[in-house]
C-alpha cells in the first residue's frame, strides 16, 4: 500500500522456489502416511510456479487417489497423478478419439518432446509425454525447469528457445500431415505473449534500439502511472509498426528454426 504520510508499504509475495516448494511440501505431509519411495525434491522440482494453496491441494488428491486405490501409504506415482490433476483437471479416459485424432496428437506431443531433447538453452526437461485427454488439452508434454534461477530463466536465448519448443507440436503436425489443426492454439498464445514481451518490455528488439514501452496497466489512483501515455510519448506509429514487424519476424525465424531440427 503506496500513501505518502499515512501508509508506505509495498509487500512482494511471489511464488516459492523449489526450496520454498519442498518445505510446504514437508509441512502439508506431516502426519500422512508417505511411502518409503516419496521423494518430495523431485515433486518440488515438478511444480514451478504452485503456490502454497496448489501444494497443500496436491497432497491432498494424492491421498485421495491413495484412498480410492486401496492403499495404505501415499506413494510417489499419487503424487505425480496429483499434479497432472491440480494443473489441468483430471483424466478423461472415458473421451472417445479416432486414431487419426490419437496420431495427431502423439506427432504433436512428440514434436515438443524432440524439441526440448535438442534445444538445450530453453532450459527444459521433458518428464512425461501423454495423449490420454485431460481438461481441455487432448495431450500433455510435461516438463520441468532444470534450474530455478530467474536471470537465466529469463535470458534472451532461453525466452528463445522456449518459443521453438512451444511451435515445435505445430510445426511437426504440417510435417507428418502436410496440414494442421487449432490444437496449437494455446501453444502459439503462449509463444506469442513471450515475444511480445520480449520487443515491448525486456527490450530484446533486435532490429532497433531497446526500449520498453510499458504496455501494463497500471492503478493511476494509488499513484502509479498507465502504461499506454507511456506508449504515446515514447513511440509513435512507425515504432508501433516496428514492434509487430519485430515480433512477428521473431516468430518466424524461430519456428524455421523448429522446422531444421
Not at 233 to 249: K, S, T, W, Y
Amino acid at each position: 500500500m503506496l500513501r505518502p504520510g499515512r501508509f508506505d508499504r509495498r509487500v512482494t509475495v511471489d511464488a516459492p522456489d523449489v526450496i520454498g516448494r519442498e518445505a510446504i511440501l514437508k509441512v502439508h505431509s506431516r502426519g500422512k502416511p508417505m511411502a518409503t519411495d516419496v521423494d518430495l525434491r523431485i515433486i518440488a522440482k515438478q511444480t514451478p510456479g504452485f503456490t502454497g494453496a496448489d501444494i497443500e491441494n496436491l497432497v491432498n488428491e494424492a491421498a485421495i487417489l491413495s484412498a480410492r486405490a486401496s492403499r495404505k501409504e501415499i506413494g510417489q506415482a499419487e503424487l505425480q497423478e496429483a499434479i497432472e490433476k491440480v494443473a489441468l483437471g483430471p483424466a478423461r479416459r472415458s473421451r472417445l478419439m479416432s486414431t487419426h485424432d490419437k496420431e495427431i496428437v502423439a506427432y504433436h506431443e512428440a514434436g515438443h518432446a524432440v524439441a526440448m531433447a535438442l534445444t538445450p538453452e530453453a532450459q527444459e526437461t521433458v518428464q512425461k509425454v501423454t495423449i490420454i485427454p485431460r481438461g481441455m488439452a487432448g495431450g500433455v508434454t510435461w516438463n520441468s525447469p532444470t534450474n530455478d534461477d530467474m536471470f537465466s530463466q529469463m535470458s534472451r536465448k532461453t525466452l528463445e528457445g522456449k518459443i521453438v519448443t512451444l511451435m515445435a507440436g505445430r510445426v511437426a503436425e504440417e510435417i507428418a500431415f502436410d496440414d494442421i489443426t487449432a490444437g496449437a492454439t494455446n501453444d502459439m498464445e503462449r509463444a506469442t505473449s513471450i515475444a511480445r514481451a520480449m520487443v515491448r518490455q525486456y527490450g530484446m528488439r533486435r532490429l532497433a534500439r531497446p526500449i520498453s514501452y510499458g504496455d501494463r496497466q497500471e492503478m493511476v489512483f494509488l499513484g502509479r502511472d498507465s502504461g499506454r501515455p507511456q506508449l504515446q510519448r515514447e513511440g509513435g506509429r512507425g515504432d508501433r509498426l516496428r514492434d509487430q514487424q519485430d515480433c512477428q519476424h521473431r516468430l518466424s525465424a524461430l519456428q524455421a528454426s523448429a522446422e531444421r531440427e
